[in-house]
């Protein structure tokens, strides 16, 4: 089974490519949070899998909670949750594959100790750089239509090696921790987390056509049309999906993100 979150897509295209290649289940982890879905059954022998897009050197929050309340049982009577304690059933194979524009610093420390927290042991990792989708702060910027597609075609090369590899159940941890990782991760995330994941600072201009696609477009539900004009509702894990979406360019956080241009997963 595997658990995944996306914003503007580069992480969806990777578990779908995943999912494909081990012909797995995928769990959207905002849609299973929404409806207070956290208990599952694996099958025996079955991994157990995490996609999800770094956050400022980390994996994002609404994915640690997740994870923090995830309870999964191995075979058909077995328990395997919290307290990590297993019966007949034990999970056979834990990994998880990020995606960063960059580096994660040490989200794979932070990821492991979660899991470990569960009694659950990571058996590999795999950082993937996709385009840059954060640019919600001066000095950020997209990669050029060029770059993008140079590491989108990487991370499909990547893929096809690690695949088997995962398939084979074979440990390994294949990162792209960056310089200053622990300052990075350590330091700057949970600053990120609590002052700069809010919407407090999108708005939109009066190039909005009012087609919603931003409504569409949010993982969280958290962007309503209110007389035809968006509405951020105070839910937000800042992946800027809602920003990157818009066909007419409408949205903006801050001065942040005036003339910065647009990019998910299949617009190029
Ligand atoms: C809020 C936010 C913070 C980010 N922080 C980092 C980071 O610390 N390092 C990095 O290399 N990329 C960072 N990125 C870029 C994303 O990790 C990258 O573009 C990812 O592939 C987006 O995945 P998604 O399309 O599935 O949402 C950040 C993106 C967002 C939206
Ligand atoms: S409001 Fe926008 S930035 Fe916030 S979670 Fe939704 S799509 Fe992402
Ligand atoms: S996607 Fe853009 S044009 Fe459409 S409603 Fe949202 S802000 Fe307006």
Same mark, same amino acid.
């Given at each position: 089974m595997l658990f995944y979150f996306s914003g503007c897509g580069n #992480?969806? $295209?990777?578990?779908?490519?995943?999912? +494909?290649?081990?012909?797995? @289940?995928?769990?959207?982890?905002?849609?299973?949070?929404? %409806?207070? /879905?956290?208990?599952?059954?694996l099958a025996e022998g079955e991994s157990l899998g995490f996609v999800f897009p770094i956050?400022?050197?980390?994996?994002?929050?609404?994915?640690? #909670?997740f994870v923090k309340k995830l309870s999964v049982k191995v075979g058909p009577s077995t328990l395997r949750g919290a307290s990590g304690t297993a019966g007949s059933g034990t999970l056979s194979y834990?990994?998880?594959?990020? !995606?960063?524009?960059? %580096?994660?610093?040490?989200? %794979?420390? *932070?990821f492991r100790k979660a899991l470990e927290q569960k009694g659950w042991k990571l058996d590999a990792c795999l950082s993937l750089q996709m385009?840059?989708?954060?640019?919600?702060?001066?000095?950020?910027?997209?990669? &050029?239509?060029?770059? +993008?597609?140079? @590491? *989108?075609?990487?991370? =499909? !090369?990547?893929?096809?090696?690690?695949?088997? /590899? *995962?398939?084979?159940k074979e440990s390994f941890s294949k990162m792209t921790k960056g310089g200053a990782a622990w300052f990075k991760s350590r330091l700057i995330n949970p600053g990120f987390s609590k002052m700069a994941?809010? =919407?407090? @600072?999108?708005?939109? &201009?009066?190039?909005? *056509? $009012?087609?919603? @696609?931003?409504v569409e477009a949010c993982p969280l539900e958290n962007v309503t049309l209110e007389d035809g004009r968006p509405k951020w509702n105070g839910n937000c894990t800042m992946c800027m999906s809602c920003y990157h979406h818009c066909p007419v360019n409408a949205i903006q956080y801050g001065k942040a993100t005036v003339g910065k241009g647009q990019y998910y997963y299949g617009r190029l």
């Open positions: #992480s969806k $295209h990777v578990a779908e490519t995943i999912a +494909a290649g081990l012909n797995d @289940k995928m769990v959207f982890i905002p849609e299973a949070a929404r %409806e207070g /879905r956290y208990e599952y059954e956050y400022a050197w980390g994996p994002p929050k609404l994915v640690m #909670s834990v990994y998880f594959a990020c !995606t960063c524009g960059d %580096e994660c610093g040490l989200a %794979e420390d *932070i385009p840059e989708t954060f640019i919600g702060m001066p000095g950020f910027k997209l990669d &050029t239509d060029e770059n +993008a597609q140079r @590491k *989108i075609a990487a991370t =499909d !090369t990547v893929l096809a090696e690690y695949i088997p /590899r *995962i398939q084979n994941t809010n =919407d407090k @600072k999108y708005y939109t &201009t009066d190039a909005c *056509i $009012h087609c919603g @696609k931003c």
